[in-house]
């Protein structure tokens, strides 16, 4: 089994950065692809950003050019980087991992003020 734990969460204003990190234990060597999903006020939760194991990386186009995912494997613990935050990025974060089974966070709240 594999659990995660996500941290980084917070109030910023908009323009600013914040880092999430997800801090994965158990058999975490049977992790292929991590990733972060997103989930606003009313809204169906949502793909930010994907990376697999050897450091391949994917980005919606909201978030393409302002956020960066990043993996450190003998951590076991995967990133994301926010910077130009904007109100519209306002949600609570996700971490997902997928290898043998699907496992999430259980969510970190994001809020970007005006």
């Known amino acids: 089994q594999v659990q995660l734990v996500e941290s980084g969460g917070g109030l910023v204003q908009a323009g600013g950065s914040l880092r999430l990190s997800c801090a994965a234990s158990?058999?975490?060597?049977?992790?292929?692809?991590m990733a972060w999903y997103r989930q606003a006020p009313g809204k169906q939760r949502e793909l930010v950003a994907t990376?697999?194991?050897?450091?391949?990386?994917y980005y919606v186009d909201p978030v393409k050019g302002r956020f960066t995912i990043s993996r450190d494997n003998a951590k076991n613990t995967v990133y994301l980087q926010m910077n130009s935050l904007k109100r519209e990025d306002t949600a609570v974060y996700y971490c997902?991992?997928?290898?043998?089974?699907?496992?999430w966070g259980q969510g970190t709240l994001v809020t970007v003020s005006s």
């Open positions: 997902h991992a997928v290898g043998l089974l699907e496992v």
């Open positions: 158990g058999s975490t060597a049977r992790i292929n692809v």
């Open positions: 990376i697999t194991r050897d450091g391949s990386t």
